[in-house]
């Protein structure tokens, strides 16, 4: 597998993301089944592992930190705090709270679950817009300090509120949604890392299953599937998007590739600082977006690909009103 790099670490150029073990897209598979795709990873060479402290509410630090503690001199733990299971009468709630001394106690549940002494790459997961960015900046370069995590980065930031984190300590890497149907970053936050030397991470990078070999059947979503919440995912978008598919599926076959492998491989083209980090809980597929770090596109396919999928010939916005709120003014 190719190599890249995140400030310090030397990481595989496809990371894993291990957000889908237990949460988000259905029911959680089993703590077998997770143990199984997490050692598949690393056996196929992946170093660079994602998990945060909001995934299934801890459950997903758990099971990586035990799969991966005999293993942990290997790779690169990328963990987030800043948003976080929070106990009411009703049950857990996500909250976010990048206030310095939630950050604090994140950090410390993270560090107990991932069983290390130390987190790689410590992300914000969201800007608490209530929280001046320089005040939960400076909780994360205390915990730097501290010896408890050895870089930080910040996640679905603006070019502006990056350029303000990293003025109080240097921002190791961005992470954010970033496909050929999601193009944001390239207002800005692209740029602005290059500029900083902070590494792209790009999230949700097979357009949440949708660029992969079959359509997803909306009616046998899990009732709990985030999707159903995502404009893109409504019937009628996903209709229409769907039209999409018939040329992307063509180009794969021209490239020589899968689907999934296309998506990926667009983004490795896209820059040499950029890791993509797919999510799955199957083995097969873990394989074959793998795969996409040999796959090599020509420039007149990528022309076509990108005029093929891009903000404007997609059908409905990312995210719904409440995610929307949460991120950074869709990235100025
Ligand atoms: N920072 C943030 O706010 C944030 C937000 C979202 C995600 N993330 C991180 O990014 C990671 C990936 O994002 P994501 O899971 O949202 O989106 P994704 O990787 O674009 O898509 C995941 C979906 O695609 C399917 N899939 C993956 N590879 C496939 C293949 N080769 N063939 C067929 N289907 C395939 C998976 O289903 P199967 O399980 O059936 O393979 C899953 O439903 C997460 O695990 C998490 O670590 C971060």
Do not use: C, F, K, W
């Given at each position: 597998m190719q190599q890249r790099q995140i400030g310090p670490f030397n990481v595989s150029a496809i990371g894993l993301g291990c957000m889908n073990l237990s949460h988000a897209y259905g029911q959680p598979i089993s703590a077998e089944?997770?143990?199984?795709?997490?050692?598949?990873a690393l056996d196929a060479g992946v170093t660079l592992f994602d998990t945060a402290a909001l995934y299934g509410f801890g459950t997903n630090e758990t099971l990586v930190g035990r799969v991966l503690k005999p293993h942990r001199q290997k790779i690169t733990l990328a963990s987030k705090g800043g948003v976080a299971g929070v106990p009411f009468a009703d049950g857990i709630k996500r909250v976010i709270d990048g206030r310095p001394e939630a950050l604090q106690r994140n950090c410390e549940d993270s560090l107990?679950?991932?069983q290390t002494e130390v987190i790689d790459l410590y992300y914000l997961h969201r800007w608490d817009k209530t929280v001046p960015i320089e005040d939960s900046m400076g909780a994360l370069a205390d915990l730097v300090k501290a010896g408890k995590v050895r870089a930080i980065g910040l996640s679905e930031v603006s070019a502006v509120t990056l350029r303000r984190a990293h003025a109080v300590h240097p921002i190791a890497a961005v992470q954010t949604e970033y496909s050929l149907w999601t193009r944001n970053p390239e207002i800005a936050v692209l740029n602005a890392c290059r500029e900083l030397g902070a590494a792209f991470v790009a999230f949700s990078p097979v357009a949440r299953g949708f660029l992969c070999d079959s359509p997803l059947d909306l009616a046998a979503l899990d009732a709990k599937d985030i999707r159903r919440s995502m404009p893109r995912f409504e019937?009628?978008?996903y209709a229409a998007n769907l039209g999409l598919m018939p040329a992307y599926l063509a180009l794969a076959h021209e490239a020589g590739c899968s689907p999934a492998q296309l998506a990926l491989a667009w983004l490795l083209h896209k820059?040499?600082?950029?890791v993509p980090i797919p999510g799955t809980t199957n083995v097969d597929h873990l394989a074959d977006d793998l795969g996409a770090s040999d796959v090599t596109l020509a420039p007149d396919l990528l022309a076509r690909l990108e005029?093929?999928?891009?903000?404007?010939?997609?059908?409905?916005?990312?995210?719904?009103?409440?995610?929307a709120g949460e991120v950074d003014t869709e990235f100025f």
């Open positions: 089944q997770g143990e199984r795709l997490l050692l598949a107990r679950r991932l019937p009628a978008n820059s040499s600082s950029i005029g093929l999928i891009n903000q404007q010939t997609v059908h409905g916005a990312r995210y719904g009103a409440q995610s």
